[in-house]
């Protein structure tokens, strides 16, 4: 595609439920990053992907959540047993390879609202 | 560890007028400096980014900023401020391990018009 897609756009529900995040970065993009955006915290890295393997998962909060990426292409950050805290927004971003000069596109994110 | 410090939350400035949005970083080794801006609704886009070499960095928007190491500053200035500048500005310091960032909590421009 032509840039960053991530779906749904908002996405609200109840604590407790689990909640599944899309990302579909552009086409030959090998990296992929997803950062989560909450009021008053800035922007928190979350984990990286190369290709289909994750390198660094360190920002994940907690093991309610998981994210996997095939096909070297889409991936998935799940959230299981969401709770409020868990409200933000969820960047998704690709980079055409690795390395601190590389340019990264972000998608819109997803607005996920835990009630 | 590395961080990024805006210290300016929100920022107002008339349509016209200079602008400068400042950010400190704490890291050990040489930094990548980066600035991001993000319109509502929008994701982030890159205005410009800082390796090596010329310490005046021009980007996008007719946007530059300046690496001080002495200051371990990287801010962000534009000479004169168009309303379609309102939005939210983020600094970051790309920390290795891939292009892993470490962002600001950002600083939100009004302009007057």
């Known amino acids: 595609g032509a840039g960053v897609s991530q779906s749904p756009s908002n996405k609200v529900t109840e604590k407790g439920k689990d909640v599944e995040l899309r990302c579909d970065p552009i086409?030959?993009?090998?990296?992929l990053y997803w950062y989560r955006q909450s009021l008053g915290q800035g922007l928190e890295f979350l984990i990286y992907f190369q290709g289909n393997s994750a390198p660094d998962k360190s920002g994940l909060p907690s093991d309610r959540f998981s994210a996997e990426r095939t096909g070297g292409s889409v991936s998935t950050l799940t959230i299981q047993r969401t709770q409020q805290e868990d409200s933000a927004v969820y960047l998704c971003?690709?980079?055409?390879?690795?390395?601190?000069?590389?340019?990264?596109?972000f998608g819109s994110g997803t607005q996920l609202s835990v009630l | 560890a590395q961080s990024v410090t805006q210290p300016d939350i929100h920022i107002t400035v008339s349509e016209g007028a200079s602008l400068e949005l400042r950010c400190n970083y704490s890291?050990?080794?040489?930094?990548?400096l980066f600035w991001y801006v993000q319109s509502p609704g929008q994701g982030l886009q890159l205005l410009l980014k800082y390796f090596s070499g010329d310490t005046l960095v021009q980007g996008i928007k007719g946007f530059e900023a300046e690496f001080k190491r002495s200051q371990s500053s990287f801010n962000l200035r534009k000479p004169s401020v168009h309303w379609s500048d309102a939005a939210e500005y983020f600094c970051?310091?790309?920390?290795?391990?891939?292009?892993?960032?470490?962002f600001g909590t950002g600083t939100q421009l009004k302009v007057e018009l």
């Open positions: 890291y050990g080794a040489t930094p990548y």
């Open positions: 086409s030959g993009h090998t990296a």
């Open positions: 971003a690709s980079s055409s390879q690795t390395g601190p000069n590389e340019k990264l596109f």
């Open positions: 970051a310091v790309s920390t290795g391990g891939g292009n892993k960032l470490t």
